[in-house]
């Protein structure tokens, strides 16, 4: 299980920092992703980071504001979010990857609830 926590109402220029905790499952052996959700829209690839957490990958809207990372101790992994703009409003979700493209839905195998993050201008 996974669940995502961290979200909330910033204003634009502001910053967030998203969790995700795993429980009941180790997500040391898994890259990792967060993917958002705009009303009206499909879910879309935010981030995602390699097991080991050397290697990263953003999809071009976010790249240069946020930073994913990972504690495989805490079984944690983190989205730092800064100079957020009204557009990153979305539900925002964690994802364990089990193979293919890190950017694409169909190769992650298991998602938390999301969690809302509101950016007003």
């Known amino acids: 299980q996974l669940v995502e926590s961290g979200g909330g109402l910033v204003q634009a220029g502001g910053s967030l920092r998203l969790s995700c905790a795993a429980s009941?499952?180790?997500?040391?052996?898994?890259?990792m992703g967060w993917f958002r959700q705009a009303p009206g829209k499909e879910r879309e690839f935010v981030a995602a980071?390699?097991?080991?957490?050397?290697?990263?990958y953003y999809a071009d809207p976010v790249k240069g504001r946020f930073t994913i990372s990972r504690e495989n101790a805490k079984n944690m992994v983190y989205l730092e979010m800064n100079s957020l703009k009204p557009e990153d409003t979305a539900v925002y979700y964690c994802?364990?990857?089990?193979?293919?493209?890190?950017?694409?839905?169909?190769?992650?195998?298991?998602w938390g609830q999301g969690t809302q993050v509101t950016v007003s201008s």
């Open positions: 994802a364990g990857h089990y193979s293919g493209s890190y950017y694409l839905l169909e190769a992650y195998g298991y």
């Open positions: 980071i390699s097991w080991s957490g050397g290697s990263t």
């Open positions: 009941g499952r180790t997500i040391s052996n898994n890259a």
